[in-house]
T-cell receptor
């Protein structure tokens, strides 16, 4: 199957700082990429959908000014968590839309102190 | 997207077949049935998907009832590495469409 990578896999930051997470489709072009968030013992929750070259579409309740998404190419999308707070600590997962399904990255665990 | 109902957990014996049920009674004609699994602290892994015909690949088989209101994922010979949360998701054609994850079934494969 197609491969999606995320970087970093784990990040710890201080409250008030910003963190950037990269999502890359390594062997396919993803016109659409998705960002999910998963809190402990919960299921994945979609945060936003991004299409290459256009603005992301955010799910209800997700602050677009806090979670900045850029999808500048068919193989790269970035999520920046601005002014992170402890409640933003979570497992962030991206996916890329292939021809027949979505392929997910390994996830990034963010801990905000 | 149609909702799905899965049992919250199930155990199965190593080496035996694992049959995971999913109900999706409100599925519409253009919606596919997808199965993913998530091993602890990893991203979801695609397993299989189908529209109305049964499907088989190297990982699993997917049996969809004729009325499409339910389906069963079959892991033919479960191993300890198959311990994971399995998600059954109904969604339209994959390109560009979001997937809505429910609670899934937590499968524990025991020796």
């Amino acid at each position: 199957g197609a491969v999606v990578s995320q970087h970093p896999s784990r990040v710890i930051c201080k409250s008030g700082t910003s963190v950037k997470i990269e999502c890359r489709s390594l062997d396919f072009q993803a016109t659409t990429m998705f960002w999910y968030r998963q809190f402990p013992k919960q299921s994945l929750m979609l945060m936003a959908t991004s299409n290459e070259g256009s603005k992301a579409t955010y799910e209800q309740g997700v602050e677009k000014d806090k979670f900045l998404i850029n999808h500048a190419s068919l193989t790269l999308s970035t999520l920046t968590v601005t002014s992170a707070h402890p409640e933003d600590s979570s497992f962030y997962i991206c996916s890329g839309s292939g021809t027949d399904t979505q392929y997910f990255g390994p996830g990034t665990r963010l801990t905000v102190l | 997207d149609a909702k799905t109902t899965q049992p919250p957990s199930m155990d199965c014996a190593e080496g035996r077949a694992a049959n995971l049920p999913c109900n999706h009674s409100t599925i519409s004609g253009n919606e596919y049935v997808y199965w993913y699994r998530q091993i602890h602290s990893q991203g979801p892994q695609y397993i299989i998907h189908g529209l109305k015909n049964n499907e088989t690949n190297e990982m699993a088989s997917l049996i969809i009832t004729e009325d499409r209101k339910s389906s069963t994922l079959i892991l033919p010979h479960a191993t300890l590495r198959d311990t994971a949360v399995y998600y059954c998701i109904v969604a339209r054609s994959p390109a560009g469409n979001k997937l809505t994850f429910g609670g899934g079934t937590r499968v524990l494969v025991k020796p």
